[in-house]
C-alpha cells in the first residue's frame, strides 16, 4: 500500500522542480516586442530547461509511469479475493464482489 501512495510524491517533486525551473528561465526571457506572445516564450523557457536538465524530465517520467503502475497494483489487490481470510468485514473468503471505486 505505501509505495503506491508513496511514489506519485516522487513524480510530483519532480514536476515540481521542472516547473520551478521554467517559471525561473520564462521571467529571464521577459517580454520584448516582437518576441511573440505567452505561449511562444513558455515553450522557448521549457526548452531552455529541457537542454540544460535533461535527465530532470526523464525521471519525471519513469517516476510517474511508476507511480500509476503501482497505484494499479494497490487497487488490485484491494479488490482481490484473499482465500483463507475475511478480513474485509462479512465477505466470505473466496467470494468475489464489486467494486467501491467507479470510475
Known sequence: F???VAAPFSALYMLGWIGLNTLTEWQ?????????RWDD????A???VFAARPHAFVIFV???LT??????????SFYAPHEGSASR??????Q????????
Open 62 to 64: 519513469i517516476a510517474m
Open 41 to 44: 516564450r513558455f515553450s522557448e
Open 28 to 36: 529571464g526571457l521577459g517580454h520584448f516586442e516582437g518576441q511573440g
Open 2 to 4: 505505501l509505495p503506491g
Open 46 to 48: 521549457v526548452k531552455l
Open 67 to 76: 507511480a500509476l503502475q503501482l497505484l494499479s497494483l494497490d487497487i488490485l
Open 89 to 94: 468485514g462479512d465477505i466470505a473468503p473466496g
Open 96 to 103: 468475489v464482489t464489486a467494486p467501491l471505486i467507479t470510475f
